[in-house]
């Protein structure tokens, strides 16, 4: 068993959309959660993270993190067509966002 | 923002040489950096963790030998590819860690490795 799963997709929505993304684990010591979006033959690029449970918004985009699920969500709100990427998430068990865990990632796909 | 670089962008070479990734921190120092590895439609793979001065951390799996980390400076450490074969083809990629700032990792944009 993977210590993170992710869903590969791809995942299709219309422009306007509220799209959700989802991880779970399996290491009850993460502590520390990401979600990073990467363009085709690109690096990934932080979009959230948090600490522990919880929910975060930054713009049209909330993390939520539920530790006793071992269950962390990304949502998109308004999803725009240049929100078409590979969106990754990425897991820590200490500070300093040392040794990442990553997902394999969700390719999602808006239409316009 | 804080900007990594990484060069080449792509390289292709013949089997049994060998290849050199440069990852630069162009805005920021970086004590920690790290390199991974992803192949089509999987997860980055970390493979080590270089430390400015010090010798890198390598994950399990990987061989030492094979994958040269120099960390010789706070904004630059390079991977070298020694004895480059066909399935080492795949995307490289380098992270450096603000331990100054926001203790965040940014990641480079990749280095495509192509050996024929």
């Known amino acids: 068993q993977k210590e993170v799963e992710q869903d590969p997709g791809p995942l299709s929505v219309p422009e306007g959309a509220i799209v959700s993304l989802n991880c779970t684990y399996s290491?009850?010591?993460?502590?520390?959660f990401m979600w990073y979006r990467q363009y085709s033959r690109k690096g990934p690029e932080l979009l959230m993270y948090t600490y522990s449970s919880g929910n975060k918004e930054d713009g049209r985009f909330t993390a939520q993190v539920d530790k006793s699920s071992k269950y962390i969500s990304l949502f998109i709100r308004d999803s725009q067509p240049s929100d078409s990427a590979t969106y990754l998430c990425a897991m820590s068990t200490n500070t300093g966002f040392q040794k990442l865990v990553f997902g394999t990632g969700t390719r999602l796909l808006v239409s316009p | 923002g804080a900007v990594v670089s990484q060069h080449p962008s792509w390289v292709i070479c013949k089997s049994g040489t060998s290849v050199k990734i440069e990852c630069r921190s162009l805005?920021?120092?970086?004590?920690?950096m790290f390199w991974y590895r992803q192949f089509p439609k999987q997860s980055l793979m970390l493979m080590a963790t270089s430390n400015e001065g010090s010798k890198a951390t390598y994950e399990q799996g990987v061989e030492k030998d094979k994958f040269l980390i120099n960390h010789a400076s706070l904004t630059l450490s390079t991977l070298t590819v020694t004895s480059a074969h066909p399935e080492d083809s795949s995307f490289y990629i380098c992270s450096a860690r603000d331990s100054m700032g926001s203790d965040t990792q940014y990641f480079g944009p990749g280095t495509r490795l192509t050996v024929l």
């Open positions: 805005d920021f120092q970086a004590t920690t």
């Open positions: 290491n009850s010591a993460f502590q520390y």
